[in-house]
């Protein structure tokens, strides 16, 4: 079983920065991808970065510039900086990996999709 745990979430005021982290624990092989989704009330969820194993990087187009991922790929976590903050930033944060659980998945190049229990960010308006 794969956990991932969060942390960092807050009240913050317009202009501000936050900094998330995400932790995952469990038994696993490697992860592929690590990010963060967002779901503000009455919004679906979106990407707001993703990081891969190798660096690579993917921002949404409202946090580019704003908002720096990265990864500890020893530590197995992902990050979260935040800077200039906005009210329209207030969601719930979830962190999300792709996950190779054993020696099988490897082979069979299968990854399962776990998420954390999410943490709220506030920017009031």
């Known amino acids: 079983q794969v956990q991932l745990v969060e942390s960092g979430g807050g009240l913050v005021q317009p202009g501000g920065s936050l900094r998330l982290s995400c932790a995952a624990s469990g038994s696993f092989v490697n992860i592929n991808f690590m990010g963060w989704y967002r779901q503000a009330p009455d919004k679906e969820r979106e990407l707001v970065a993703r990081i891969s194993f190798g660096g690579t990087i993917t921002y949404a187009d409202s946090v580019q510039g704003r908002f720096t991922i990265s990864r500890d790929t020893d530590k197995n976590m992902v990050y979260l900086l935040m800077n200039s903050l906005k009210p329209e930033d207030t969601a719930v944060y979830y962190c999300?990996?792709?996950?190779?659980?054993?020696?099988?998945?490897?082979?069979?190049?299968?990854?399962?999709?776990?998420w954390g229990q999410g943490t709220l960010v506030t920017v009031p308006s």
């Open positions: 999300n990996a792709e996950i190779i659980p054993d020696m099988v998945s490897v082979v069979k190049r299968r990854f399962v999709e776990v």
